[in-house]
Nanobody
Framework: QVQLVESGGGLVQSGGSLRLSCTAS????????MTWYRQPPGKSREREMVAYISNDGVTDYRNSVKGRFTISRDNAKDTMNLQMNDLRSEDTAVYLC?????????WGQGTQVTVSS
């Protein structure tokens, strides 16, 4: 079973930065798309797409994070990263890693990001 483990979350002041990582239990070459989602507080059934990256490097972002967040893949470390700059209180959420392969779809457990104003 594929495992995805997120790390890098924490508490940061508004305007600060965090770098999230998602490490897979197998080669991320197997995943044709990897995505960061987030689940805001009080919205346990809503997951927002934050950013995705395909295995050929195509990326996309939700409008509210464009210019502030950068997604990347490190195939040598089997890791996907999300560099988050200029964080705002509305970025507070549990951030989850998602990966798609020909065998199926996989989720991580999530990492909490809290931005204080």
């Amino acid at each position: 079973q594929v495992q995805l483990v997120e790390s890098g979350g924490g508490l940061v002041q508004s305007g600060g930065s965090l770098r999230l990582s998602c490490t897979a239990s197998e080669s991320i070459d197997n995943f044709y798309r990897m995505t960061w989602y987030r689940q805001p507080p009080g919205k346990s059934r809503e997951r927002e797409m934050v950013a995705y990256i395909s295995n050929d490097g195509v990326t996309d972002y939700r409008n509210s994070v464009k210019g502030r967040f950068t997604i990347s893949r490190d195939n040598a470390k089997d890791t996907m990263n999300l560099q988050m700059n200029d964080l705002r209180s509305e970025d507070t959420a549990v951030y989850l890693c998602h990966a798609l392969s020909l065998r199926g779809a996989y989720w991580g457990q999530g990492t909490q990001v809290t931005v204080s104003s």
